[in-house]
């Protein structure tokens, strides 16, 4: 399907199926009392904090994802946790772990956005006009 631009079906599940285990995880993440930790401190220490924790554990998913084959082919957890080092492609494994920080922390202040403004109060600020406000006329 995607031959063409080097990505070959096996890797698109693997990303695909790895998507949904971080979706999940950050799903459950949600609703761990140590993400109210910050809960009466401003803002940005809850945003900061609620990014680490999910980052945290999306971290831990990507080095068990890069463990289990390890384990498979050496049949030990202790031996395959020492050919982790030279088995994993590092500058990749940490491009992607910063990408998922990025996106994490973008993730957050959207969840926080609407938890404090409201949903109904984005919804008229993003796709109701103004009231009185003719949205055909430009000024």
Same mark, same amino acid.
């Given at each position: 399907?995607?031959?063409?631009?080097?990505?070959?079906?096996?890797?698109? #599940?693997?990303?695909?199926?790895?998507?949904?285990? !971080?979706?999940?995880?950050?799903?459950?993440?949600? %609703? #761990?009392?140590?993400?109210?930790?910050?809960?009466? &401190?401003?803002?940005?220490?809850?945003?900061?904090?609620?990014?680490?924790?999910?980052?945290?554990?999306?971290?831990?998913?990507?080095?068990?994802?890069?463990?289990?084959?390890?384990?498979?082919?050496?049949?030990?957890?202790?031996?395959?946790?020492? %050919?982790?080092i030279d088995a994993v492609w590092w500058p990749q494994f940490w491009? !992607?772990q910063t990408w998922y920080f990025v996106l994490l922390f973008i993730? !957050?202040?959207?969840?926080?956005?609407? &938890?404090? !403004?409201?949903?109904?109060? #984005?919804?008229?600020?993003?796709?109701?006009?103004?009231?009185?406000?003719?949205? %055909?006329?430009?000024?």
């Amino acid at each position: 399907m995607f031959a063409h631009l080097g990505v070959s079906t096996q890797t698109l #599940l693997a990303t695909l199926i790895s998507s949904a285990i !971080v979706g999940k995880v950050i799903l459950v993440t949600d %609703h #761990l009392p140590i993400l109210k930790l910050f809960s009466r &401190r401003p803002l940005i220490y809850n945003m900061v904090w609620r990014t680490f924790i999910y980052y945290f554990f999306c971290y831990l998913l990507r080095v068990i994802e890069n463990l289990i084959p390890l384990v498979r082919q050496y049949g030990s957890l202790g031996i395959a946790w020492r %050919h982790l080092i030279d088995a994993v492609w590092w500058p990749q494994f940490w491009t !992607v772990q910063t990408w998922y920080f990025v996106l994490l922390f973008i993730f !957050v202040i959207a969840q926080e956005t609407v &938890r404090n !403004v409201g949903k109904d109060n #984005l919804i008229r600020i993003f796709f109701v006009s103004p009231t009185g406000a003719d949205p %055909h006329i430009q000024k």
